[in-house]
């Protein structure tokens, strides 16, 4: 059974730095593209980064781009987002979520998301 769990949030005050982390398993982590999407409260799941399969072409939101960095290892099945300069906006449940096929930016394309990890920003 495929399985995402998070972990690596916590409160950080603006403009501090952050790295979540994501360990998979139950699938061959190295075959799938990956991706992080968060939820603030009241607002729908945005889409934040996302990775192919072999580590390369990052893509990020307009609102992260400059500031945050997708990684991946295949070898301990571990996706990672580096979070530099954060705001209150990027307050949120961030969750990783395992590629199936479709839009990258549309959370329908994802068949695996883990529990997410709270980041709040604040003073």
């Known amino acids: 059974q495929a399985q995402l769990v998070e972990s690596g949030g916590g409160l950080v005050q603006p403009g501090g730095s952050l790295r979540l982390s994501c360990v998979a398993s139950?699938?061959?982590?190295?075959?799938?593209?990956m991706a992080w999407f968060r939820q603030a409260p009241g607002k729908p799941l945005e889409s934040v980064s996302f990775?192919?399969?072999?580590?390369?072409?990052?893509s990020y939101a307009d609102s992260v781009k400059g500031r945050f960095l997708i990684t991946r290892d295949n070898d301990l099945s571990t996706l990672s987002l580096r979070k530099n300069s954060l705001t209150r906006d990027d307050t949120a449940v961030y969750y990783c979520?395992?590629?199936?096929?479709?839009?990258?930016?549309?959370?329908?394309?994802?068949?695996?998301r883990g529990q997410g990890t709270q980041v709040t920003v604040s003073s």
């Open positions: 979520c395992k590629f199936k096929g479709g839009p990258i930016r549309n959370p329908l394309s994802y068949d695996v």
């Open positions: 139950g699938f061959i982590f190295s075959n799938y593209a």
């Open positions: 990775i192919n399969a072999y580590g390369g072409s990052p």
